[in-house]
């Protein structure tokens, strides 16, 4: 979703936010801005460029966006259409002040009628221009008042942050905001809801949604939180909360970045999806790293949950959204399977407002890439007002829910840049293995020789992602049968029926081919009267599978009707080659590992059949990589 970045120090600014802004292409977006102003200016002229479409767009603009601040913006339109005006930066009717927005203004309207009532006139349909406005008019209001107070403390205090925190009480809604004005040599930010993250450099400062648009100069950075405020110069940077009226500074501890650039570049493949595709071997590598203990058969991660707790969990809630929610699915399954302990699995977006069941005796668990997902944030917030224990599966490293988790454990997948999830969904999978053998052993649920085998093939999942990576020449020619059609089935059952879910997501959100996924008992009972000859069926076949005569079943109604069928399975024989058209084969693994490899050929898949129809595969129409609104 929407990308902010902002820059105060000697270098020439420019470059650096539209470098930045080329960082954050991958959230997707509409429209781009920049706007800069010279600190050694005496004139203080603000320049300002904003286009419609690509970032590109603003390239060899350094004439006209001169300046050693300045702040820009990519935006994904929620009100008011993709345009050139509706666009970031928004301004005050002299053009002093600049502001860009991520998030979502929930009274902006109640809001711009008071303004409007003052004299205020609106040039946009967006709630950034509201919020900008009723800035202004506070900024205006502080000026006044504190030329007028004859106290020397009150003369000393900056009317822009007075501004500033009185608008953010009025405001309902969401936000990460960067403003400056022409007569301060300041960037201000401010933080609820919408992540922000100011980068540390030498004499240099950096703001900006994601650290990827910084990662070139520093790796020094401060998570802002929720109701933060932080006033950044050159040299310094204070941080203060909004709850607090005496605006004394906090302190809070640094972080560093623990990736570097290179793995926000493309290193000679032609898309980031394919790229993130072919490391899963590596992110896997990543994930397990030093967390699996043959010796002590156990897993390295701290549940901080008592022994007491865990032995009674009444019930496990896994919340989350798209991808991550399929990942979930697949954890329900192995936790009932395996531990017995009822678990729901459900979309944060009907969870939160569905007035949900929960108790002092639940585990919530939330999972996410981005943590910042505002339905799967809201979701967990609940929970934590309700009581109960709330344990995160995150990818990005001090995300908001990474930090308002009770508990969790990072996925490690590194950053993912491609909208479209593939490598986090991998690791998701591989981080709910290492929670079911945690609370496995703890309450007894698994045996010693149990938990053994699955450490053993848990180890070994980088290998087995290697050799399911290896049918690409077959996965290109059935993306060439598919690639023209109107419609495609995805069949599962068990654990597969998550993975086929997966497999529908992706290949909707790049190729734009409709897919629907049903489990495979369902289709007799509705979806089976779409068939006809040539319409392709995706489905699974895991020889080991208790229901293996079943799914044979499925694959033969479907082939009585005509249908392509493709199947991943972790075999060939006569039967199945009498079957499917198509076999994707991947290796033998248990259940538990199942949706891991499952859906790497349909990653592969979606993939091929998107490049044949020559979409735009990284950054999908209408979408954005982290959902920060409703
Ligand atoms: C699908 C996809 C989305 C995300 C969903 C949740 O490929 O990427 O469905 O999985 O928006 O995002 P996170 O995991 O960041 O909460």
Redesign the pocket.
Known sequence: MCGIIGYIGPKVAYPILLTGLKRMEYRGYDSAGISTISIEDNQRAVNIVKKQGKVSNLENKQTELQGNLGLAHTRWATHGQPSELNSHPHFNDDKSLMLVHNGIIENYLTIKRNLEQRGYVFHTQTDTEVLTKLIDYYHKKCKQKLSTTLQNYEQKKDPLELALRAALHDVVGAYGIVLFHKDTNKLYAAKHGSPLVIGIGKNEHFVASDPAAFLDHTRRVLYLEDEDIAIIKENSYELKSLCSHNGECIKRKEDLVDWDITAVEKNGYEHFMLKEIMEQPQTLANCLAGRLDPQLNDIKFTLKLTLNFIKNIKRISII???????AAMAGKFLIEKYLRIPTEVEV?SEWRYKNPIISKDDLVI????????A??LAALKLAKQFGAKTFGII??VGST?SREVDSGIYIHAGP?I?????K??TA?VLCLNFLLIKLGKIRGDLTETQIQRMISNLLNTPELVKQSLNNIEQIKAAANLIKDKQSIFYLGRGINFATAK?GA??IK?ISYIHAEDFASGEMKHGPIALLEKGFPVVTFVNKNDPLYEKNLSSIQEAKARGAYIIVVADHIDSTLQSYADTILQVPKVPDYLQPLINTIPLQLLAYYTAKLRGCEIDQPKN?????TVE
């Not at 989350?320 to 399929?326: H, K, M």
């Not at 491609?418 to 593939?422: F, P, R």
């Not at 979408?623 to 959902?627: G, I, P, Q, R, T």
């Open positions: 989350a959204c798209g991808t991550s929610s399929y944060a939330v999972i996410s890439q981005s943590g910042e997902t339905d799967t990818n990005v829910m993912e491609c909208v479209a999830s593939t986090a969904f998701q997966e997501i992706k959100e979408l954005a990589k982290s959902v």
